[in-house]
């Protein structure tokens, strides 16, 4: 009777045993999923100004008339004139390039009295010509794409875009400014972990945020949700965030 009571007794305390290691398992790993679960995130960001080293301007120039002749020879003393415009102004043979000739045919309908189309005959020939300009002489082609009125002063028939500026350093440009805002958003994790008595565990997650490129002073109004990148202003920001999540311990 005794050695059964004894068993039954064993039997419990193992039971007891049991359910209280599970309990200690089960909180354990409850603690353990909380803790992992519980992180610190910080947005960091970092910007330069900078000064664009190329400039690129675009032109076109037209000449139309009743024979094809007449209008590829108007477009060849148009061409000629704005090569030398370009020369006088100081720019080298390989700073502006001129396009292969476009040719149009520009033909009139007619119809009979009933509103059906009859025929179509050749009404005149329309040639264009594109001009582009590309230097690292900022000053010189802004000049360039400003004083053409003595070319139209010589009846070329010229249309002027506006200009646009490009950086060739904007790869190191971009590495800089990654470097910079991880170091930004690493610091704004250490102060608000400190502040709040934590403690930094791993990086658990970081995001690279979009490359802006903005007009100087022009804000972040202009910032677009995939990139931007301003090409009508000499004087430039170039922006970027960084987004790093850290556990904490």
């Given at each position: 009777?005794?050695?059964?009571?004894?068993?039954?007794?064993?039997?419990?305390?193992?039971?007891i045993?049991?359910?209280?290691?599970?309990?200690i398992l089960a909180?354990?790993?409850?603690?353990y999923?909380?803790?992992?679960?519980?992180?610190?995130?910080?947005t960091?960001?970092?910007?330069?100004d900078?000064?664009?080293?190329?400039?690129?301007?675009?032109?076109?120039?037209?000449?139309?008339?009743?024979?094809?002749?007449?209008?590829?020879?108007?477009?060849?003393?148009q061409?000629?004139?704005?090569?030398d415009?370009?020369?006088?102004?100081?720019?080298?043979?390989?700073?502006?390039?001129?396009?292969?000739?476009?040719?149009?045919?520009?033909?009139?309908?007619?119809y009979?009295?009933?509103?059906?189309?009859?025929?179509?005959?050749?009404?005149?020939?329309?040639?264009?010509?594109?001009?582009?300009?590309?230097?690292?002489?900022?000053?010189?082609?802004?000049?360039?794409?400003r004083?053409?009125?003595?070319?139209?002063?010589?009846?070329?028939?010229?249309?002027?875009?506006?200009?646009?500026?490009?950086?060739?350093?904007?790869?190191?440009?971009?590495?800089?400014?990654?470097?910079?805002?991880?170091e930004?958003?690493?610091?704004?994790?250490?102060?608000?972990?400190?502040?709040?008595?934590?403690?930094?565990?791993?990086?658990?997650?970081?995001?690279?945020?979009?490359?802006?490129?903005?007009?100087?002073?022009?804000?972040?109004?202009?910032?677009?949700?995939?990139?931007?990148l301003?090409?009508?202003?000499?004087?430039?920001?170039?922006?970027?965030?960084?987004?790093?999540?850290?556990?904490?311990?």
């Amino acid at each position: 009777m005794e050695n059964k009571k004894s068993n039954v007794l064993s039997a419990l305390f193992i039971g007891i045993a049991v359910i209280a290691s599970c309990c200690i398992l089960a909180f354990a790993f409850l603690r353990y999923k909380v803790d992992s679960s519980r992180s610190i995130t910080a947005t960091g960001s970092a910007s330069v100004d900078f000064e664009a080293d190329v400039i690129v301007w675009r032109g076109s120039f037209s000449a139309y008339s009743g024979s094809s002749g007449e209008a590829y020879e108007e477009i060849k003393r148009q061409a000629a004139l704005v090569e030398d415009y370009l020369k006088e102004k100081g720019l080298k043979s390989d700073e502006y390039v001129l396009s292969a000739v476009d040719i149009r045919e520009r033909s009139q309908n007619y119809y009979d009295n009933y509103g059906n189309y009859m025929y179509s005959l050749v009404d005149g020939y329309e040639l264009s010509q594109n001009v582009q300009v590309s230097s690292g002489n900022i000053d010189l082609v802004e000049d360039v794409s400003r004083d053409i009125s003595k070319l139209l002063d010589q009846n070329v028939k010229l249309t002027s875009g506006a200009p646009e500026y490009y950086c060739t350093g904007l790869d190191s440009i971009k590495l800089d400014l990654i470097e910079k805002a991880t170091e930004n958003a690493k610091s704004r994790i250490d102060i608000m972990a400190d502040k709040s008595g934590a403690g930094v565990g791993v990086l658990k997650n970081s995001n690279l945020g979009v490359f802006q490129i903005t007009a100087k002073n022009s804000g972040t109004s202009y910032y677009s949700y995939d990139g931007y990148l301003d090409t009508s202003s000499r004087y430039k920001t170039a922006s970027i965030t960084v987004k790093l999540e850290y556990g904490i311990k």
